[in-house]
């Protein structure tokens, strides 16, 4: 090992244990991030029909949407308003990633729904069939944009009578811790 001077080992130890303070900070931050790394779905969010995409027959005038995300259980609400008719609730709770589909028996349909995340992404897949046969799926990509304050629901729906691609713009209008 070549000569030191005592001010230059001591000048090199401290800045070794700054760089391994450093270092360990940096990790201890990764491992943190990475065990609470959930996208913030959680809150109330609503509808902006402006920004939208909707394909719909009959869209809404207005919508809101509530989340709860635990990384575990994907929990949603949302209830369409209409100009001339009744509003529209529709709500589920999904294992995140199950095994199986959940299959829900509502005649005429059999309906097999799915919830997986992948990546910052939540993924709805629902396959429908009904007692004629006839088949269709609606799948919806859930993702964030603008930090978390904007909700992008990303919906490809393919049925017999044709495909509808909506994509539901939403903004945030409050958190809610899971």
Known sequence: ?????????????????IGALALAFAMAF????????????????????????IEAKHPPIASVAT????????????????LHKKPDTWTTSMIVGAKEYRIKREPPLTIKTRVDREGDVIVLREEYVADTG??????????????????????QEV????????????????????
């Open 1 to 17: 090992m070549a000569w030191m001077s005592p001010q230059s080992r001591c000048t090199r130890g401290y800045s070794l244990r």
């Open 30 to 53: 990764a491992i943190a991030h990475a065990q609470n790394g959930l996208p913030p779905f959680s809150g109330v969010w609503r509808l902006d029909v402006k920004q939208s995409k």
């Open 67 to 82: 989340i709860q995300y635990d990384g575990k259980v994907w929990k949603f609400s949302r209830t369409h308003r209409y």
């Open 134 to 155: 006839e088949k269709a799926t609606n799948t919806v990509h859930y993702s964030l944009l603008n930090g978390g304050n904007t909700l992008v629901e990303d919906e």
């Open 159 to 178: 049925t017999s009578e044709g495909n509808e691609h909506n994509v539901w713009i939403l903004t945030r209008q409050t958190s809610h811790s899971g």
